[in-house]
C-alpha cells in the first residue's frame, strides 16, 4: 500500500505530466494572464504603439494565434506582426492557449480560449487604451481556424466567463487557416463531436466580420478551392471577403524566416485591407516591413 501511494503521489505531481505553459520574454511587450484553465495560466503579450497613453487613446487593437495543428506552437509567430502593426498605431496582442502536447487539450478548447482571450482584450479596452469596438482576431493554420471560429462559429464559450461582454472580433486576418473542417477538410475526424458548429466555413452568417485570406497554391491542406468557397459564401452574405493566392508556397509560407517576399507582401496587404476598413491610415511602412522580414528570429527566452 505504501509503495502504491509514493507512486501516485510521484505520478501526480510529476512536471512530465501536468499541464505547463511558461510565460515567454518579448521584448518591450507586457504579458498579463487573460485566463486560467486545466491548471495552467494562460499568458497574453501586449505590443503598445510608440507613445502610447492609455488614459487618452482609444486605438483599435488585434489579438493573433499561433498554429500548430491545435497539438502545440508558439505565441512568438505572430510576435513580427504584432510588431509591425503596433508601430501602425495598434495595440496588437499574441495570445497563448491550451493545446494537446502541454494539456491533452481538443479543439473546442481552443476555440474557447480564443474567445476567451478576445473577451478579455474588451473587457480591459478601457484600461488598455483600446476601442472596444475594434479588436480583430488574426492567426495561421490552426490558429486561423481560432480566430476564425472566434468571429464566425457561435457557442465555445467558457463557463463563468461575462457573456454579457463580446468575445466576436471586428475583422479576421486569417493565414492559411484550417476553417473548413467538414468531412473532406482539414482535422474532421478530431472534431466531429462538435461539427459542424466548430467549422467557420458552415456557420457563415450575415453578422460575421469581413475577412483577409492568405494561401499558397501548394498548401497541401487547404486546397484554393476551399478558400475561394468560403470567401464567395462571405460575399454571397453580404461580407467583404479578400483572398490573396501565392502561386507555389506551401503551407506556413508567410512567415518570418521562410521566404522574405511572401512574409512582406502579406504584411503589406494586411495593412491595406486595415486601411480600407477604416483601422489604419496612410501607406504601409515598407521600410519598417522589410526591416522585420531580414532580422532573423529570436530564440523566446521562457521565464
Known amino acids: 500500500m505504501k509503495t502504491f501511494l509514493t507512486l501516485f503521489i510521484a505520478l501526480t505531481f510529476s512536471p512530465l505530466l501536468r499541464a505547463e505553459t511558461s510565460k515567454m520574454n518579448f521584448k518591450g511587450a507586457v504579458a498579463e494572464v487573460y ?7 494562460l499568458w497574453i503579450y501586449r505590443f503598445d504603439p510608440p507613445g502610447h497613453d492609455p488614459q487618452k487613446d482609444k486605438r483599435p487593437a488585434v489579438v493573433f ?6 497539438n502545440g506552437g508558439t505565441p512568438g509567430q505572430f510576435e513580427p ?19 494537446k502536447s502541454r494539456q491533452k487539450a481538443t479543439p473546442n478548447q481552443c476555440v474557447s480560449d480564443g474567445k476567451s482571450a478576445v473577451r478579455w482584450v474588451r473587457k480591459n479596452a478601457s484600461r488598455l487604451g483600446i476601442d472596444p469596438e475594434k479588436i480583430l ?3 495561421g493554420s490552426a ?14 464559450e467558457e463557463q463563468g466567463e461575462d457573456l454579457s461582454i463580446s ?12 476553417y473548413d473542417n467538414g468531412p473532406e477538410g482539414y482535422g474532421h475526424s478530431r472534431v466531429t463531436e462538435w461539427f459542424p458548429a466548430i467549422s467557420p466555413a458552415h456557420n457563415i452568417t450575415k453578422d460575421d466580420p469581413p475577412a483577409i485570406v492568405f494561401l499558397g497554391t501548394k498548401d497541401k491542406l487547404i486546397p484554393v478551392a476551399t478558400a475561394e468557397a468560403f470567401r464567395d459564401k462571405m ?7 479578400v483572398l490573396h493566392t501565392y502561386e507555389g508556397a506551401p503551407h506556413g509560407f508567410f512567415n518570418q524566416g521562410k521566404t522574405p517576399d511572401h512574409f512582406s507582401d502579406t504584411v503589406a496587404k494586411t495593412d491595406r485591407f486595415l486601411v480600407e476598413l477604416g483601422y489604419l491610415s496612410g501607406e504601409a511602412d515598407l521600410e ?15 521565464q
Open 35 to 41: 485566463k486560467k484553465a486545466s491548471g495552467d495560466d
Open 65 to 70: 494565434f499561433f498554429g500548430g495543428g491545435w
Open 81 to 99: 506582426h504584432s510588431r509591425y502593426l503596433a508601430s501602425r498605431g495598434m495595440v496588437a496582442f499574441v495570445a497563448d492557449y491550451r493545446v
Open 137 to 139: 482576431a488574426g492567426g
Open 143 to 156: 490558429g486561423g481556424h481560432v480566430a476564425a471560429a472566434t468571429g464566425i462559429c457561435d457557442g465555445f
Open 167 to 178: 468575445s466576436k472580433p471586428a475583422a479576421l486576418l486569417l493565414f492559411n487557416p484550417v
Open 235 to 241: 460575399k454571397e452574405t453580404g461580407i467583404k471577403s
Open 288 to 302: 519598417k516591413i522589410a526591416e522585420l522580414a531580414a532580422k532573423p528570429k529570436p530564440e523566446k527566452k521562457k
